[in-house]
C-alpha cells in the first residue's frame, strides 16, 4: 500500500504486516492522521487565539477491523503490546498509557451518543514521541478517523478535533488546547492552517514553492513538560481573572491589549506579567504570518519566527539551552529566513524557514555545528504540508 501523500510506505508496510500477524488475514482498513509543526502562535491557543500549524508527512497509523462485541482489541508496534477493553467499561479519567489515547477517543464518541463498534487495530506511527510534534493528536485523530469509517459515521473534522480534544482533556488529564488536534484533522495539502481558536474559523495559506520547513528535532526530551504547562496555563487566568474586574469585556488574554496590561501592570503578580507580555504581541503574530506567507514574503516571516522564539525564551521561559542553540546556528545560516521552538517547548523541536534550494546543505551544516557543541540524537528534516486525517484505499 503506498500513500503519495507523504506518508512513509515502510511504515505502512510494517503496521498491515503487524495487523496480518496478530489478527489473521482478513483485509483491514488504514486511518492515518498526521503529526504537526506549529509555524507561530505559540501558548496562545488556550487564550482564545489565533495559531498557524501546518500538518506534516509524519503521521499516527491505526490499521482496523470492526469487531461486532464492543471490545477494543489494540496492539502498539513501539511497545509490541497488545491490550483489550471493553467499550462499555470505559471511564474518564482512564490514564496515560499509549492505549489511554485511542480508548479516550472511543469514551467521548461514547459521552457524545456516537456509537461506534469494536475494533481489532494495530497502532503505530513515526511521529517522534514527546517532540513537540503532536504525536497524541495524530493518534487521536487516526482513532477518530477509524471509529469513524467502523461505525459509519459522517466525517466531520471539526467535531472529531473537538472530541479528540475531550479525550485528551477529560480521559488522558492533559489540559491542553485545540490546536493539534485542528491541524491534524483539518489541515489541507500545501497548506499550512490558520485557526482562530475561539470562532474556531479557519483560513489554509499557501507555503510558497520557494520556502521549505525545516524540522528542528533537538534530541532533548523533558518530562517536566506537562506540570510547567498548566502552570503557564494558570499564570494567564489569573492575568485575566484580575484584569476583568474593571474590564468586563475580557475573557481571555485574546481581548487585552499591551497598552491594558501596561496600565494595570500595578494589580498583577510580575511573574504573570511576563507571561501576558508573552501571549498578547503572540497572538498578533499567525495572522501576520498567514499574510506575508501569502504574499511570499518569507523575510517577513522570518522575523516574526525569531521574534516569537525570543518572546518564548525570555517571556514565558518555556524554551531551554538545546533549542536556543539550534535555533541560533540556523539563524547564522545566510539560507534561514527565521527560527523558532515549536510546541509546548522544554525540548523536543524547532522549525526553520529556509530557501527551498538551499535546504540540503543548510540541514548538514546546522546538524553538524550542533552536535558539535550536544552529544543527543538530534535530526533535521524538511517537510511539505500535508492533508489531514483519512482512511487509505
Ligand atoms: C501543546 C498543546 C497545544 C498548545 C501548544 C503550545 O502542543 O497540546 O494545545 O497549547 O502546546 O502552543
Known amino acids: 500500500m503506498t500513500d503519495s501523500l507523504g506518508i512513509d510506505p515502510a511504515l505502512l508496510e510494517r503496521a498491515t504486516a503487524r495487523f496480518a500477524e496478530r489478527f489473521g488475514d482478513a483485509p483491514p482498513t488504514v486511518a492515518v492522521a498526521p503529526g504537526r509543526v506549529n509555524l507561530i502562535g505559540e501558548h496562545t491557543d488556550y487564550n482564545d487565539g489565533f495559531v498557524l500549524p501546518m500538518a506534516i508527512g509524519r503521521a499516527a497509523v491505526v490499521v482496523f477491523r470492526p469487531r461486532n462485541d464492543r471490545t477494543l482489541r489494540l496492539h502498539a508496534v513501539a511497545f509490541d503490546e497488545t491490550k483489550e477493553l471493553a467499550l462499555d467499561a470505559l471511564t474518564a ?54 471509529l469513524a469509517a467502523a461505525g459509519d459515521l459522517e466525517w466531520d473534522p471539526v467535531r472529531m478535533a473537538l472530541l479528540g480534544q475531550k479525550a485528551e482533556n477529560q480521559y488522558v488529564g492533559m489540559n491542553c488546547g485545540i490546536m493539534d488536534q485542528f491541524a491534524s484533522a483539518v489541515s489541507r495539502a500545501g497548506h499550512a492552517l490558520l485557526l482562530d481558536c475561539r470562532s474556531l474559523e479557519t483560513r489554509p495559506v499557501p507555503v510558497p514553492d520557494d520556502a521549505e520547513v525545516v524540522v528542528m528535532d533537538t534530541g532533548a526530551r523533558r518530562s517536566l513538560a506537562g506540570s510547567a504547562y498548566n502552570d503557564r496555563r494558570a499564570a494567564c487566568e489569573r492575568v485575566v481573572a484580575r484584569l476583568q474586574k474593571g474590564n468586563p469585556s475580557v475573557k481571555a488574554l485574546r481581548d487585552v491589549t499591551l497598552e491594558l496590561l501596561e496600565r494595570e501592570q500595578e494589580r498583577l503578580d510580575p511573574v504573570d506579567l511576563k507571561r501576558a507580555r508573552h501571549v498578547v504581541p503572540e497572538n498578533t503574530r499567525p495572522v501576520q504570518m498567514a499574510d506575508a506567507l501569502q504574499a511570499s514574503n518569507l523575510e517577513e516571516a522570518g522575523e516574526l519566527m525569531n521574534d516569537s522564539h525570543f518572546s518564548l525564551r525570555d517571556l514565558y521561559e518555556v524554551s531551554c539551552e538545546e533549542l536556543d542553540l539550534i535555533t541560533e546556528i540556523a539563524r547564522e545560516q545566510p539560507s534561514c529566513f527565521g527560527a523558532r521552538m515549536t510546541g509546548a517547548g522544554f525540548g523536543g523541536c524547532a522549525v526553520a524557514l529556509v530557501k527551498a534550494d538551499a535546504t540540503d546543505s543548510f540541514c548538514d551544516t546546522v546538524l553538524t555545528a550542533y552536535k ?9 528534516y524538511p517537510c511539505r504540508p500535508m492533508p489531514g486525517a483519512r482512511l487509505l484505499v
Not at 102 to 114: I, N, R, T, Y
Not at 372 to 380: E, S
Open 93 to 146: 479519567p482512564g490514564g496515560d498509557e499509549w492505549y489511554s489515547y485511542v480508548a479516550g477517543v472511543a469514551w467521548a464518541f461514547a459521552s457524545e451518543g456516537l456509537v461506534a463498534p469494536g475494533l481489532d487495530a494495530v497502532v503505530d506511527g513515526d511521529v517522534p514521541l514527546g517532540a513537540g510534534l503532536s504525536s497524541s493528536a495524530a493518534l487521536e485523530m487516526a482513532t477518530a478517523r477509524a
Open 372 to 380: 558539535a557543541k550536544i552529544d543527543l540524537p538530534a535530526a533535521l
